[in-house]
């Protein structure tokens, strides 16, 4: 007796839930500071350039940002700035370099800074910092922006480098 009692309790059990919708649903919050990228730019002023780093979490907030200027820009100028931003903010997945020029895999074959040319830059950050670096034309990178930042959908184009076609980036080469 005692076993069909449970049995008809299990039923009972289950015909209510289905009766409610099911088990109860779980609530998942999506955490932005489980990772982050880091983005370098930069400007050209009176013959020195700005470099703006900006580090953003996974929900697109600002985290940490610093600014530089530099005379001339080397593969090894950014240094002291990314490991001020690598200490400040845990979690650093990727660093992406938004310049004036462009890379065919890890070198960078056209650059307004010449001595910013060939794999040293790239390849010397991966090492040094275990994550992915990208280079990106700072007009792609723009147009990408933009297109995130005021259209979800259709087609934005601008000035012929980078056009955003039902979604999807399509990269154009200066």
Known sequence: MCWQGSRRTARRRKREDAVRGGRPSTLYRYRGSYGHALALYSFQDRGRS???LH???LLGNCVYQDNA???LLQPDSFGKMLE?????VAGIRLIGFGLPGEAVGEEITL???KTLLGTELLQGCRKK???PAVFYNDINATVYG???RLFEKGIVPIRYRGYIFLGIFLRGWA
Request: proline content about 0%.
């Open 55 to 57: 580090v953003i979490d």
């Open 50 to 52: 700005l470099v703006r």
């Open 146 to 148: 933009y297109y995130r």
């Open 129 to 131: 910092y275990g994550v």
């Open 69 to 71: 200027w530099f005379n």
């Open 111 to 113: 650059c307004d800074h």
């Open 84 to 88: 001020k931003a690598f200490q400040a």
